[in-house]
């Protein structure tokens, strides 16, 4: 029985993680990067061809990968689902699901326009708008999301 090759990813001096093999020069999200290195799924080469730990790419990394992200990106494909990144640096998109993941840490704030257009940019273009709000200890609870409208009422002098 022969044992499946390992993906080569390595990460360039500007940062940037590509796959050398099995498809050279093709450029990959560091959250992603980061699953597939911890999975023991790929391996990682520096510019020199040198293939480095697992300590030494968190270094060089974790200045660009959120670790909220990579936890939702985690349990997503535990959970078997299909997953790309998304448009924005904290959006998931679940390929066969057509639902998009916004990616919140428990403390974040969000402005209600915000949350209303991006809800309303993914209706539009025919996604399911998820939250996963990832706790301190990197749990991940999934709120699904509509759109509500609050039409303005038009009364003289009157507040209901």
Known sequence: MGSKKKTILKILADGRIVVEEPEAGKQIDPALAFYLIYNNVADVVNENNVKIGFDEFIKR??????????????DLLKRGKKVSMGVSKNELVLVDEKT??????EDAVINVEN????????????????????DMYGD???????????PKIERSGEFI
């Open 140 to 150: 991940v609870t999934y709120y699904e999301v509509s759109k509500m409208s609050f």
């Open 61 to 74: 990394i974790q200045s660009s990968v959120n670790t909220s992200i990579f936890l939702v990106l985690m």
């Open 100 to 105: 998009r993941i916004l990616v919140l840490d």
């Open 115 to 134: 949350l209303y257009n991006t809800v309303d940019r993914a209706i539009k273009q025919g996604y399911k708008l998820v939250i996963a709000v990832v």
